[in-house]
């Protein structure tokens, strides 16, 4: 739980993430990107509105790191659908929880420790896990974004944070979305391989670059549902 020190501009560094259908194939966050993708750039969205989804067929392959490349499969022996015949195969993202509205909103499960940003369209355009409170202080519900920061502070000073997206107030301090907070010697106060267990003390931990795609998805006044 921590307490913005106030809003400004947005320094766009990572790469554009392109629009995800539900049900489509996941990539990591430092997965090769897809064709199509453009860089970061002040005064340009992450987030055309309602740009259409990214067919199979427009994803680029994965660099090869050997100069013999696997033999085509012959005819019937073609790989199962949704999977990925290499190294590193992509999974299935998870659907959108059951009941968690309708629209334009940023969606946030407890029990999966997971958020999706979804569009009015009903498709997904990133899904991520993150690490939410390990206390029992939030609430499932219907909330809405009211306050920003581009860097924050926790509220006893212990930590720093950036792209802070509030939604609600905890017992101390607002509780929103955030990167993963750095001591006072720039040490992560978690790795990111723990994100999907809930690790804060109020608010949801994001990787820096799905922080940033939070960050450029939900202006203030964007819904946000938590569902257990």
């Known amino acids: ?26 990539r990591s966050a430092d997965a090769t990107p897809l064709a199509g993708d453009v860089p970061y750039a002040a005064g340009v969205s992450a987030y055309p509105p309602e740009a259409p989804p990214v ?35 992509r ?24 958020v999706w940003l979804v569009r009015g369209s009903e498709r997904v355009a990133r899904t ?3 690490s939410g409170s390990k206390h029992d202080n939030l609430d499932p519900g219907t909330y809405e974004v009211f306050s920003r920061s581009r860097h924050a502070t ?15 107030r905890g017992e101390n301090a607002p509780i929103g979305f955030h990167t993963i907070p750095v001591d006072d010697d720039g040490k992560p106060l978690q790795t990111r391989a723990e994100l999907g267990t809930a690790l804060s003390s109020g608010c949801v931990r994001q990787w820096r670059k799905d922080a940033i795609a939070l960050w450029e998805f939900a202006p203030i006044g964007t819904t946000v549902v938590v569902v257990a």
């Open 91 to 114: 999974t299935t993202a998870p659907p959108v929880p059951a009941r968690s509205g309708k629209g334009r909103r940023v969606v946030f499960s407890m029990s999966e420790q997971r």
């Open 55 to 89: 067919a199979a067929a427009q994803v680029a392959p994965d660099p090869s790191r050997s100069a013999v490349r696997p033999a085509t499969p012959s005819a019937g022996t073609a790989a199962p659908a949704g999977t990925v015949a290499s190294a590193g195969a």
């Open 1 to 26: 739980m921590v307490a913005g020190l106030g809003a400004s501009a947005v320094a766009y560094s990572d790469e554009a993430l392109p629009l995800l259908p539900i049900g489509a194939p996941a």
């Open 128 to 130: 991520y896990a993150v």
């Open 154 to 168: 926790s509220y006893d000073f212990g930590s720093t944070m950036e792209y802070f997206v509030r939604f609600t």
